[in-house]
């Protein structure tokens, strides 16, 4: 359900093409909420039927047509109402903490693998975040530039900051993550070596 919301999101700054939308999608709102394309499409249609968005005919080249979405007075309606409602916290389900559960059941060098590509996988994330980070402070991220040039500019501050404070929490959480894999690490050796 919150990839509908993520779409409004994206197209209270501008009326999108679904490919103009999914790429969009790819350089922003994918950093917090990562969906493939065969999810952005059907839902942009089930948008649509719900009234949320209004797709427009419009010329392609010089024969040819495509779907443009517009964000309807319900869409934002619908927008804001999420905004405003507290969310339902599911419990942890994680594979990772799941199998660290019984790393007793592993090979020590498969247990060191996987830790290790936890820790990689962390640090690759982290480093994206923190090169958004940048970006919005510095003023070159294009997304934000869109969003700010059709807002008043006494709501830029607010608009830049809450992006920020979003990648500053998932900076946070891939340190500690990361943290965790190399004490995994060192729990595996001090475990494993029979010393
Ligand atoms: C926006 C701009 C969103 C930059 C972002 O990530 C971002 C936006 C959620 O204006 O929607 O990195």
């Known amino acids: 359900m919150s990839l509908r919301y993520a779409l409004l999101a994206l197209l209270t700054v501008e009326p999108m093409t679904g490919y103009d939308l999914s790429k969009r999608f790819e350089s922003s709102v994918a950093y917090v909420w990562h969906a493939p394309d065969s ?15 209004i797709g ?11 779907t443009q979405y517009r964000i309807t007075e319900a869409g934002i309606a619908a927008f804001r109402e999420w905004m405003n409602t507290p969310l339902e916290y599911s419990r ?3 594979p990772v903490h799941l199998k660290a559960a019984y790393l007793e059941w592993a090979e020590p060098d498969s247990a ?7 820790i990689a996988y962390h640090m690759l994330r982290r ?6 980070v940048q970006e919005l402070r510095s003023g070159t991220s294009v997304m934000l530039g869109r969003r700010l040039a059709v807002t008043p500019a006494a709501e830029h501050r607010r608009t830049t900051e809450y992006k920020i404070f979003t990648y500053e929490g998932l900076i946070a959480r891939a340190e500690t993550e990361i943290a ?16």
Do not use: C, F, T
């Open 39 to 53: 999810q952005i499409y059907p839902e942009l249609r089930r948008m649509e039927k719900d009234g949320l968005l």
């Open 56 to 66: 427009e005919e419009v010329p392609w080249g010089p024969n040819s047509k495509k």
């Open 92 to 94: 942890e389900r994680d």
């Open 112 to 118: 060191r693998a996987q830790m290790e590509a936890h």
């Open 127 to 132: 480093n994206q975040w923190e090169g958004m």
């Open 180 to 195: 965790w894999g190399r004490r995994g690490l060192e729990l595996i050796d001090s475990l494993e070596d029979g010393s």
